[in-house]
């Protein structure tokens, strides 16, 4: 059984897509097609949009899921000519909220994103420079002013940790490669050891480092077995020597690794 | 008046925070301390969250706002004791699919960031890694692999766009500052000619961009105002004269500038 599941917005889209997602994952044995469509904001686009729902029915032979966070009345009367099952995200909880707090909803469009970006848009993009400049070790000489310095082999998911916490929180964080140097003095590297305490570790299954190193580096002694089981073999040991917090990074998605990351050493975000 | 409010997960919490984020930001006047509490799966992490909130009604004298996704009924059973105004979000939404969708919800703990994970993992690291790869027109020989190259003048907001496209939607995005000789010479820069297509421009109005750069360059010729509004000016002009779709980043937070561009240019993105 297949179905086509929108997700509709006056604004990026970003929040209907992010609930829709979840709640459509429940269904396992339902197979979606999913659309987003952002900027949804005038009655014209509105119907533009009941059109495409309707031909999807058409063609499904089934009516499509509708998970919408439109907020004007008008340009959503519109929409709701559809042939569609309506999920009116924001419709569902303003009513409540409103009773609860006593206070009136402003029905603004795509606000949260505006108010949240203007607060804190230069923190990002601060982050995310730093996070650049202070990639894969290439630089040291900033530790002292990052939130978190990111170690692991290469290829346990440092850059991508990185660059999400920079651009989600707002956090700067370095990375530095542990290489087989530093891997032979079984130490934590001279150049960490003044910032012990922003030094989190993640680490990987060896197999599945094979795998990705494989990607890059076909056959190569880089990319053995022999050679990643001893890189990850000897990191963990150096990690529980040196009491380096560490995480094992290969069921994870970057947003999961970087979220536990946060609860595991407690460092705040930077930006609301 | 100040209420505390919490976006409660068994995972991430990155929905409840989407979703409840957008939902406050419709409440101008209410001011909300806003807590968030991941991977509370267990019964005894849900009493400490409830006793978390208890305290916060107790100080604020009013109860706080909880916007939860626990999909675990005895897990949130706990939770629901505290004396807190408890938005189910999954709840909700959960049985009106169930009979819509004519199937039963797996009730599956984090599913859904677990499975987009998993499919698209390497598609958005290649991504990551291609976009500091080919940011500020470093490397130019790999634009024939790229979906889009963004171009603009320094500092107008083309790498962290880069950079969530690639993290959100696995999305190969370069990018090549225009630079004063690129400006004088009044035409695309040859190294773009052969990539027209996938040309993106950015620009931004020139007060902000003296804001912008004077941050980094304090009263530099490069901050100046004469400097900036030169850039732009001539940059807008190119585009014109060029063909080249472009946006104004100027009061667009990163997301929005991103879906927008998407919107324009059609491109599709590469992880579900």
Known sequence: MKRTAFFISDGTGITAEALGQSLLAQFKNVQFDKI???????VEKAKKAAERINKAAEVDEVRPVIFDTIINS???????????????IFGTF???LESELGAKSSYTVGSSHAIVAQASYSKRIDA?????????????????EADIILVGVSRSGKTPTCIYLALQYGIKAANYPLT??????????KT???????????????DRLI??????APQSRYASQKQCFYEIEEVELMYRRERIPFLNSTHYSIEEISTRIMVMTGIERRVA
Chains 1, 2 share one sequence.
């Open 74 to 88: 008008e340009v959503r009367q519109h929409l709701e000519q559809c042939n569609g099952f309506m999920i009116d």
């Open 211 to 216: 795998m990705i190193r494989n990607e890059r």
């Open 94 to 96: 303003l009513e409540p």
């Open 36 to 42: 987003t469509l952002p900027y949804i904001d005038t």
């Open 128 to 144: 995310i420079n730093f996070a650049l400049e202070n990639d894969d070790g290439a630089v040291t000489k900033h530790y002292s």
């Open 180 to 189: 087989e140097d530093d891997i032979l003095d079984q130490r934590l590297p």
């Open 192 to 206: 960490l050891q003044p910032h012990r305490k922003k030094i989190f570790g993640l680490t990987i299954d060896p």
